[in-house]
């Protein structure tokens, strides 16, 4: 099966789009964004989604903002024969067609089945779209992201494992297995499916054997409800007679139970009484001596807080001293201070007035010397190097003349020259002699005469300037402008230290502090005062603080022992009054023990008679201690219903004969339980039986591993230096797993999970083109593979061997659509189609 042309409208992003593929390789390179995974998707479900197909999965497929139905045609080789394929997603609405070259068509339900004919599989229920969708063709489809798992993880489905064992049988390599051999297999999985579940365990619901277990479940239940009757009926003889027995002693128990019942209410009374007057006794006691206590410790508690008191009174006096002596320290300390700021604030306005008279002379000696500002100097040096440059113009340029030695008279301009003598030209001269005339022009071509030009003009603006600066010459202006500079820098100096002090708020501050005497001393002086004052203050404060203290613990102690007095005062009179109350209500203690001892002696006379009536009711099994009238009574109302009830259960079992049907019951059982044996010999003889077909299946499924390992080594040897080599195992009832990849001379097989991400790529798509070789077999010996962004993880430097694996692929007859968004990765593959996607507008 080849895929020759998709053409899609209204899918996501693509509102029309129509691409063409080659044969062999077809790389479709573009940004992201261009939709290169939505073509991936829209090939997947033009081939495995039906077009009635709803919900989430058709609003996904719809181009946003608006639009409308989702088409896709396909156009595909298949049977050697072209088809075209048109799908329209509009769910219950969707319409599905196919037309073959050869003029069948086929329409709605009828082209799903014959495209599930020409693929090899269905499409996906629609109960189970999210869950089987991307399993279809899982074993030629590299969605985006998923080109790092192993292809073995797929399941045997995704894979297509019954084809590719069928190819493999074909393939002349291997032993093929006899329709006897895969009968016989398919009835033993058949009978043993139809006794055990999924996980193994013999019993499954329907069969012969759950059938005979639940039989003898039946069987089992019956006897037990059986002998369970039988068993009540017997408890219920038994509990017939313990009730009647019960009931005769209640009714010999109970006139004397009458009579017992009154003597235990006056006990209980007298008793009753007993406890309040050994109760009122106690009280009567502990009052009394709680009284003589308190009494006791009264007099010496008073004579203690006297002691304090005194104590206390003496240290108060100490205190007062203590703090005058402080507040004395304190005012001169006071006085100190105060004259020292004011001293401190005067010396500050002196400092500020002398800072402001000499700002007044830097102002008027500023004013009196020339305006020479930076800018000046700059412009004089400017013109005076202008000048220089001038007059080395003119001297460089300028001609010199030397008469040496003259017969007759030379002049120069009309002047006459003498020998000896030397001459500078710097203009248009005359030279003659009786003899001659001679014109001399000195050269650059009248530069020196602009030279002369400039170099007046320049001397008279610099002689104008030094005028207008009242100055006689440059070094002389430079040195006024310095002089200038510093006096303004100091100017502002003390005018800024100066704006740090405000004069005003000075006097103010002297004008609102009080008054004190200074008498002529010095700042130093007082601030040497105020220092040997703070120890002399220090150490008073400290006095005055122990003594505070000191008296702040007696004061405590003094509350808490008066708080304590009182609280003791308090209590003794409440003591007394209540011993009073309780003497004038009850009587004093010889009273009260009159009254106790009469009544311990009715207390006697009661439990004489008591226990008479006691060692009557002793003969009985009933507890009388735990026996009211009324319990006793209702005792007796229950065991008559309980006879009655028990009569009449009695009187109903002796309908049935429950021994013979006992006899049945367990005959019953023992044929069910025979059944359920032999029921289960079978089943683990089916299962041992299917162990043994299992384990040879193994034996002979092994060779299978061979032709995939061989082609899978091939593809890997394009894409690797190294000699490479792959392992696969296969087991009948898992299919293929373990696949692991050794390369070189290390002898170490590498299991998939541990490689990196760009050789798990590698061998992932190495083992989907070996699969898809063998399966080529059924499709006409050729299947498209679609590899979405699948090898993002590959280094640059394996590109050329990923693309002489991709070739070798092609050579076997298989077509290749790579998606890649990296344009370097796609130029460094061999490719006759190539298609750019672009972004939609």
């Given at each position: 099966m080849r895929i020759s042309g998709l053409k899609l409208s209204n899918y996501r992003l693509h509102r029309e789009l129509s691409l063409e593929f080659g044969l062999g390789i077809t790389v479709l390179e573009g940004a992201n964004e261009t939709g290169k995974s939505t073509l991936v998707e829209a090939l997947h479900r033009a081939l495995f989604l039906s077009s009635r197909s709803s919900g989430a999965l058709l609003d996904e497929m719809r181009p946003q903002p608006g639009g409308g139905d989702p088409e896709l045609t396909l156009r595909f080789e298949a049977e050697g024969i072209n088809f075209t394929l048109h799908k329209r997603f509009a769910g219950s609405k969707g319409a599905s067609s196919l037309m073959s070259s050869v003029g069948s068509s086929w329409q709605g339900d009828k082209a799903e089945e014959r495209l599930a004919e020409l693929v090899g599989a269905g499409p996906v229920p629609r109960a189970r779209q999210g869950e089987q969708m991307k399993e279809r063709w899982g074993h030629l489809w590299v969605w985006q992201g998923n080109a790092g798992l192993n292809p073995l993880d797929l399941g045997a489905n995704a894979l297509d494992q019954a084809r590719l064992l069928e190819q493999l049988q074909m393939s002349g390599q291997l032993g093929v297995q006899s329709q006897v051999d895969r009968r016989v297999v398919e009835l033993v999985q058949q009978r043993w499916s139809s006794s055990h579940t999924e996980k193994g365990r013999i019993g499954r619901a329907g069969s012969a054997l759950a059938e005979a277990q639940q039989t003898e479940e039946i069987a089992k239940e019956q006897l037990q409800n059986l002998n369970k009757q039988l068993l009540e009926q017997k408890q219920a003889q038994s509990e017939q007679q313990i009730a009647s027995s019960k009931l005769a002693e209640l009714d010999r128990a109970i006139p004397l139970l009458k009579l017992l019942a009154p003597l235990q209410q006056q006990r209980k009374e007298i008793q009753k009484e007993i406890n309040s007057l050994v109760e009122t006794i106690q009280k009567l006691v502990k009052l009394a001596q709680n009284t003589t206590t308190l009494k006791n410790e009264l007099e010496p508690e008073h004579a203690l807080i006297e002691t304090i008191k005194s104590k206390y009174l003496m240290l108060k006096q100490r205190r007062l001293y203590a703090s005058e002596q402080l507040e004395i320290a304190l005012k001169e300390a006071e006085q100190l201070q105060q004259a020292i700021k004011i001293l401190s604030l005067q010396k500050r306005l002196k400092e500020q007035e002398i800072k402001t008279q000499k700002i007044f002379e830097l102002d008027n000696y500023l004013q009196q010397m020339p305006q020479i500002t930076v800018e000046n100097i700059e412009l004089l040096r400017s013109q005076q190097q202008q000048l220089q440059i001038m007059e080395i113009t003119m001297k460089s340029f300028s001609t010199k003349l030397e008469l040496l030695e003259a017969d007759a008279e030379v002049l120069l301009n009309g002047e006459p020259l003498l020998p000896g003598s030397t001459y500078s030209l710097s203009v248009v001269s005359l030279l003659q002699?009786?003899?001659?005339?001679?014109?001399?022009?000195?050269?650059?071509?009248?530069?020196?005469?602009?030279?002369?030009?400039?170099?007046?003009?320049?001397?008279?603006?610099?002689?104008?300037?030094?005028?207008?600066?009242?100055?006689?010459?440059?070094?002389?202006?430079?040195?006024?402008?310095?002089?200038?500079?510093?006096?303004?820098?100091?100017?502002?100096?003390?005018?800024?230290?100066?704006?740090?002090?405000?004069?005003?708020?000075?006097?103010?501050?002297?004008?609102?502090?009080?008054?004190?005497?200074?008498?002529?001393?010095?700042?130093?002086?007082?601030?040497?005062?105020?220092?040997?004052?703070?120890?002399?203050?220090?150490?008073?404060?400290?006095?005055?603080?122990?003594?505070?203290?000191?008296?702040?613990?007696?004061?405590?102690?003094?509350?808490?022992?008066?708080?304590?007095?009182?609280?003791?005062?308090?209590?003794?009179?409440?003591?007394?009054?209540?011993?009073?109350?309780?003497?004038?209500?009850?009587?004093?203690?010889?009273?009260?023990?009159?009254?106790?001892?009469?009544?311990?002696?009715?207390?006697?006379?009661?439990?004489?008679?008591?226990?008479?009536?006691?060692?009557?009711?002793?003969?009985?099994?009933?507890?009388?201690?735990?026996?009211?009238?009324?319990?006793?009574?209702?005792?007796?109302?229950?065991?008559?219903?309980?006879?009655?009830?028990?009569?009449?259960?009695?009187?109903?079992?002796?309908?049935?004969?429950?021994?013979?049907?006992?006899?049945?019951?367990?005959?019953?059982?023992?044929?069910?339980?025979?059944?359920?044996?032999?029921?289960?010999?079978?089943?683990?003889?089916?299962?041992?039986?299917?162990?043994?077909?299992?384990?040879?299946?193994?034996?002979?499924?092994?060779?299978?591993?061979?032709?995939?390992?061989?082609?899978?080594?091939?593809?890997?040897?394009?894409?690797?230096?190294?000699?490479?080599?792959?392992?696969?195992?296969?087991?009948?009832?898992?299919?293929?797993?373990?696949?692991?990849?050794?390369?070189?001379?290390?002898?170490?097989?590498?299991?998939?999970?541990?490689?990196?991400?760009?050789?798990?790529?590698?061998?992932?798509?190495?083992?989907?083109?070996?699969?898809?070789?063998?399966?080529?077999?059924?499709?006409?010996?050729?299947?498209?593979?679609?590899?979405?962004?699948?090898?993002?993880?590959?280094?640059?430097?394996?590109?050329?061997?990923?693309?002489?694996?991709?070739?070798?692929?092609?050579?076997?007859?298989?077509?290749?659509?790579?998606?890649?968004?990296?344009?370097?990765?796609?130029?460094?593959?061999?490719?006759?189609?190539?298609?750019?996607?672009?972004?939609?507008?």
């Open positions: 002699t009786t003899n001659f005339k001679l014109r001399l022009e000195p050269g650059a071509g009248g530069r020196v005469e602009e030279a002369k030009t400039k170099g007046q003009e320049l001397k008279q603006q610099i002689n104008a300037e030094l005028e207008r600066l009242g100055v006689s010459d440059v070094e002389a202006a430079m040195l006024l402008e310095r002089k200038r500079s510093e006096l303004e820098n100091e100017r502002k100096r003390l005018i800024q230290e100066n704006g740090n002090e405000d004069a005003q708020l000075i006097k103010f501050t002297l004008q609102q502090l009080p008054k004190c005497e200074i008498n002529n001393a010095s700042l130093e002086d007082l601030k040497h005062k105020l220092d040997l004052l703070l120890p002399v203050g220090r150490e008073r404060r400290l006095e005055f603080n122990r003594l505070d203290q000191e008296l702040s613990e007696i004061q405590t102690e003094l509350d808490a022992r008066s708080n304590g007095l009182n609280s003791k005062r308090q209590q003794l009179l409440l003591n007394e009054t209540l011993l009073k109350d309780l003497i004038l209500r009850h009587g004093d203690k010889k009273q009260l023990d009159e009254q106790l001892s009469a009544t311990q002696k009715a207390e006697a006379e009661l439990d004489s008679k008591q226990k008479s009536y006691e060692a009557q009711l002793q003969n009985f099994k009933l507890n009388y201690l735990l026996v009211t009238i009324e319990s006793a009574q209702k005792q007796r109302e229950e065991l008559l219903q309980q006879l009655a009830a028990l009569g009449v259960l009695l009187r109903n079992d002796g309908i049935n004969d429950r021994f013979a049907l006992l006899d049945q019951l367990e005959a019953a059982l023992e044929n069910s339980s025979a059944e359920r044996i032999r029921l289960e010999k079978d089943a683990l003889m089916l299962d041992l039986l299917r162990k043994l077909l299992q384990d040879e299946q193994t034996a002979m499924a092994l060779q299978y591993t061979a032709p995939v390992m061989k082609r899978l080594d091939d593809y890997l040897n394009c894409c690797c230096k190294n000699a490479t080599r792959s392992s696969i195992e296969y087991q009948s009832t898992k299919g293929f797993l373990n696949l692991k990849w050794q390369r070189g001379a290390t002898g170490v097989a590498w299991p998939f999970s541990v490689l990196s991400g760009g050789s798990k790529e590698l061998l992932a798509a190495a083992l989907r083109l070996s699969m898809a070789e063998v399966l080529a077999g059924s499709y006409n010996g050729c299947l498209p593979l679609v590899f979405d962004d699948a090898f993002s993880n590959v280094d640059p430097s394996r590109w050329n061997g990923l693309s002489d694996l991709l070739c070798r692929a092609e050579e076997q007859g298989l077509q290749l659509l790579v998606f890649s968004c990296d344009p370097s990765f796609t130029a460094s593959l061999v490719a006759k189609n190539r298609i750019k996607l672009t972004t939609q507008a």
